[in-house]
């Protein structure tokens, strides 16, 4: 098959599937179609599954391309199938988020930083959702931990913000408090932007595409790091 004929199938499961994408899927190695003697892409019906096993993987499992490649990898070296219901993670990720308390469970994956659909909030609408008040939602822009956009609205992550605040002001913190949180995540973001942007600026097709999973990859593991050293941290303070 074509690379449009294997778009067309796909686009029935997986709407938000291009040809870019697939191009982008085989450039990371998780397919790789025959060519013809002119250059072009055959696809066998083989690779339309294992597309669509990517494709469920990353959408319905979060699960980054490393790990979805391990999975294929270990597939064709005959060490397991992946099965019909969604694929498993590999066996050292799988021991350690069985562990109760040392786990992965719980902890972010690259599809959790993938844009959704875009909702806009009034000021209203987000002091209604996050229960706070006016004075605690201009706090909380003076110290950066919420932003509007430059129309004016907020998005869905600010009113998590502002009940995570509201949270922790329970125990006595206040929005003053947490300007090092602010801090921490710009330099997070800063470092991942100086990784991502020559990738994003190469001139082929795909660049767009591996910067965005690139990103999110990263985001993910970040996330996960940031929040095993402050566990870590924490078992000093507790002494546990």
Known sequence: MSIGAVLAQLRGDFPDVTISKIRFLESEGLVQ???TRSGYRQFAPADVERLRFVLSAQR????????IKEQLDAADRGA????ATGPRLPRKLVSLSSRSGDGFDGLPLAGDFAPGR????????LLAEAGIDERTLGELEQYGLVRPGAAGFYDPDAVLVART???MTEFGIEPRHLRAFRASADREVGLLEQIVTPVSRHRDTDAK???DEMVRELAALSVTLHTLLVKAGIRGVTGG
């Open 80 to 83: 397991g199938e992946h099965e």
């Open 60 to 67: 319905d499992h979060y699960l980054p391309l490393k790990v």
């Open 118 to 125: 875009e909702v806009r909030l009034t000021q209203e609408e």
């Open 209 to 211: 595409a591996r910067a």
């Open 165 to 167: 605040v509201r949270a």
């Open 33 to 35: 179609p025959g060519r």
